[in-house]
């Protein structure tokens, strides 16, 4: 296949991926989406094929790799339950940064193959593009096998920090830039390897000061990690595909970190030098004394949703560690049944990645078109009657908007406290996430209930 | 006075940032989990460089020390192609609108 083909094919690849998330703009489009997506990769494959056109041994041994890898990918895709999705995503950047290493190394190797000169003697931008893409995959290999361990609870979630930490952090980077310098000028494989074992370190340190619940933005950033990872070796390779997927990667990634910044009221930088949460739970023990909480039973709960017309259901994290989802379909549906109007209102950060909440009630049944947006139905918890909080805590925060004091002030929440009663389902009065005490608790409108989330539900089906 | 084609490389580099920024703002945020499965699928494209990679081997020698790496790439980004593209497919068909729309 000549090589101005190969070349339009792979830019048609490029826009069919495009074309992959603009079918997300809305869920009627993005079936069709996910299929652009699928073609154009068949497209960009089966063009490698043809333009190598080595069809030899090594030709065979591909496609038995290619099944391997497939059938391994499509049964985990069957099998992983929903409310696991973020290790799932985790774990699947890890694999992509670890295969721009695997590249990039085979290329520095046998440069020939790749048309980039010969060992020792490769082209100047090639070896800069080479050491880029290999540094940024091994940064997110190490960052996102850590996130999905903290992410599966292998490790703990807590923030690991020690000091000196973001002084060595930066150290270790300006060593990666004098190793790039260094290998370019000597072309010493050493220096290669050592560059590579620097970048899965940083990859491992940058991401263990980082908390549990600041998950959304970690996964989000190594998912534009991994597009620029792609983006170096598509410079490598002189390839468009990879070079407007990785673009778009990137800066899809970037967004939503950005999205998720937001969510919290947060700066970029405050995430990720990390340890949120750890300094904090020190200082909110200072209001030790104990104030009253009104608590109730799945009875008490049902009572008053009966009686409600509309009634508002805030999910959180607690939700999918519960498996609440089905269950909380099902108090739903009696409650339609008996004509009190019910809609869930999602914070963008609530889960531990972005929409995760989304998918889990779409994976229960509910109908996207009952799902709103934190700016969507603020205002519609001035008139709901019952606010039914699962799962959820830090994000239904009064103190948020009331406490300048306060580390989540200015943080956008839910008005949950307007409605006329508040149902809190909730194991234990514990601070969330952010160590603070919750004033919801506390009013005079909320009535706690402490249970499972999953059991608790239920009950309040059966008494409805 | 010849332009590097580097240069060429670099402005759809920097045209497709752009298209990135404004297509993904136009996502709807309850898609967000399955717009990373996605991305996540689609930088997998990387197993171009893989194939590449694993082929470069000379005649009648199938595993070079280069070749390896093309080949556990390959299993590595094909898992992620599969892998990402499903799992995706399986998110996107639980999103369903009410049954009877008023």
Same mark, same amino acid.
């Given at each position: ?53 080595? #069809? ?17 990918? $499509? ?23 670890? $295969? ?15 048309? !980039? ?7 100047? =931008?090639?070896? +800069?593009?080479? $050491? ?68 899965? !370190?940083?990859? @491992? ?29 598509? @410079? ?12 778009? &990667? ?18 970029? #930088? ?49 939700? =999918? ?24 209102? +999602? ?14 009630? =779409?994976?229960?049944? &509910?109908?996207?078109?009952?799902? #709103?947006?934190?700016?969507? +139905? ?10 039914? &909080? +699962? ?21 956008? &929440? ?26 919801? #608790? ?7 209930? @402490? ?14 | ?14 045209? *497709? ?12 945020? *309850? ?24 082929? *470069? ?46």
């Amino acid at each position: 296949m000549s090589a101005n083909l190969s070349a339009i094919l792979y830019l048609v690849s490029g826009v069919l991926f495009i074309l992959a998330l603009r079918g997300l703009s809305s869920p009627e489009t993005s079936r069709q989406g996910n299929l652009f997506g699928i073609i154009g990769m068949v497209i960009a494959v089966t063009v490698t094929f043809l333009s190598v056109g080595n #069809f030899s041994s090594g030709f065979i041994y591909v496609l038995i790799f290619l099944a391997i890898g497939g059938s391994i990918g $499509a049964f985990i895709a069957y099998r992983i339950p929903m409310t696991a999705m973020p290790e799932l995503v985790a774990g699947f950047h890890s694999l992509v940064g670890l $295969a721009a290493v695997f590249v990039a190394i085979s290329a520095f190797i046998n440069p020939a193959a790749f048309n !980039l000169g010969t060992p020792g003697n490769i082209k100047l =931008a090639s070896l +800069i593009e080479m $050491a880029i893409g290999a540094a940024v995959g091994a940064i997110t290999f190490s960052g996102s096998v850590i996130a999905f361990l903290k992410l599966q609870g292998i490790m703990s979630g807590a923030p690991i920090t020690f000091k000196g930490q973001h002084l060595l952090n930066a150290l270790l980077l300006i060593l990666i830039v004098i190793l790039t310098i260094y290998l370019c000028s000597t072309q010493s494989s050493n220096l290669f390897w050592i560059l590579i074992a620097v970048s899965f !370190l940083i990859g @491992f340190l940058i991401i263990i000061p980082i908390g549990g619940a600041d998950m959304p933005v970690v996964i989000s950033m190594l998912n534009s990690y991994s597009g620029w990872a792609a983006a170096g070796i598509g @410079f490598t390779l002189e390839n468009t595909a990879l070079i407007i997927t990785g673009a778009l &990667v990137g800066s899809s990634g970037a967004i939503l970190s950005y999205i998720m910044c937001k969510g919290m009221n947060r700066s970029f #930088f405050n995430v990720i030098l990390g340890g949120f949460g750890a300094t904090d739970q020190t200082t909110g023990g200072q209001s030790k004394e104990q104030r009253p909480v009104k608590s109730g039973n799945a009875d008490d709960a049902a009572f008053l949703m009966k009686n409600a017309s509309s009634v508002i259901i805030v999910p959180g994290y607690g939700m =999918a560690v519960a498996q609440a989802q089905h269950a909380l379909r099902e108090m739903v549906d009696t409650l339609k049944k008996n004509d009190i109007k019910v809609s869930y209102a +999602i914070h963008p950060v609530a889960g531990r990645m972005p929409g995760h909440m989304n998918v889990l009630l =779409a994976e229960a049944n &509910v109908p996207y078109d009952e799902v #709103f947006e934190l700016e969507e +139905i603020n205002n519609d918890f001035a008139n709901a009657d019952v606010a039914f &909080v +699962i799962g959820a805590n830090d994000v239904t925060n009064p103190v948020a908007k009331t406490d300048p004091q306060s580390p989540i002030y200015g943080m956008p &929440v839910l008005d949950v406290e307007k409605c006329k009663s508040v149902l809190f389902v909730k194991r234990s009065l514990s601070p969330g996430y952010a160590g603070i005490d919750n004033d919801l #608790f506390y009013k005079e409108n909320t009535l706690m209930l @402490f249970a499972d989330a999953k059991k608790m539900t239920e009950d309040i089906t059966k008494n409805l | 006075m010849e332009i590097d084609p580097f240069i060429f490389r670099l402005s759809i580099f920097i045209l *497709s940032i752009f298209v990135g920024y404004y297509v993904v703002w136009s996502v709807t945020p *309850s898609l967000h989990t399955p717009l990373m499965s996605v991305t996540n699928a689609i930088s997998s494209v990387i197993i171009v460089g893989a194939i590449i990679a694993a082929l *470069s081997g000379s005649d009648g020698v199938v595993f070079s020390s280069s070749s390896i790496y093309g080949f556990l790439a390959i299993i590595l980004a094909a898992v992620n192609i599969f892998g990402g593209f499903l799992v995706t497919q399986r998110m996107l068909a639980m999103y369903k609108k009410k049954k009877k729309d008023k």
